[in-house]
């Protein structure tokens, strides 16, 4: 069964250090997703992209932020300088056609910002 | 804007109970969507069901059951006689369906902790 992948599962990064979050979507999928959760909290929906475009962002997502789909398969979250309350699991999701229908999930990556 | 509550943070139950997690949901919407998806210890997010706001029909797959009613804005998740397996947070989340198609974000609660003990 295809299944969306995301790494590395961990990263541990520095104050201030860029960091970039990778996942590759199912192929025939139309619509992406990240999503972050904090330690103990709900899953908060950062943003969401579609025709190779940002289509919603959450307050979340500020300037920091930024996604990219560089190629047909991989789908990128950056984050320029992290910060401490930056560290979350991130999960990547994506979706077929137009839906809205099951959103697949990755595995996330949890991220430490120390 | 939309919004999801699930009233119980924590509910531990004995192996074979059954237990009704509660989910209660706010949108300005006609058309929309709810789910649940099961987040065991392991942390992976994992889809159990999708309704759309038109179809309140009661569903039920194996121990699991959902009760949809748009009357009290609610879409409670049953699992009975209740497993080990079982335990995990459980997230009721809803997807209003936006303008032009171009998104399907989900709103998630704050999820309910299920522990079933032995």
């Known amino acids: 069964e295809p299944e969306v992948t995301q790494t590395p599962s961990h990263q541990v990064t520095q104050m201030g250090q860029e960091v970039i979050l990778r996942c590759v979507p199912i192929s025939n999928h139309l619509y992406f997703y990240w999503y972050r959760q904090i330690l103990g909290q709900k899953v908060e929906f950062l943003v969401s992209?579609?025709?190779?475009?940002?289509?919603?962002k959450s307050e979340i997502f500020d300037d920091q932020f930024s996604v990219e789909r560089p190629d047909g398969s991989n789908f990128t979250l950056k984050i320029r300088s992290t910060k401490l309350e930056d560290s979350a699991m991130y999960f990547c999701a994506s979706e077929t056609n137009r839906g809205p229908n099951e959103q697949y999930f990755g595995p996330g990556t949890r991220l430490t910002v120390t | 804007a939309q919004k999801v509550t699930q009233a119980q943070t924590e509910i531990s139950v004995v192996e074979k109970e059954d237990v009704t997690l509660d989910c209660v949901y706010e949108t300005r919407d006609t058309t929309y969507y709810l789910f649940w998806y099961k987040q065991p210890p392991s942390g992976e997010l994992v889809f159990l069901i999708r309704r759309n706001s038109f179809d309140e029909q009661n569903e039920i797959s194996g121990r699991y059951s959902w009760n949809f009613q748009k009357s009290t804005s609610s879409f409670n998740f049953t699992i009975t006689a209740s497993q080990v397996v079982d335990s995990a947070v459980y997230f009721c989340?809803?997807?209003?369906?936006?303008?032009?198609?171009?998104?399907?974000?989900?709103?998630f609660g704050k999820g309910t902790l299920l522990t079933v003990n032995p």
């Open positions: 992209f579609y025709n190779n475009e940002i289509s919603e």
């Open positions: 989340a809803l997807s209003e369906v936006q303008s032009g198609g171009s998104n399907y974000k989900l709103t």
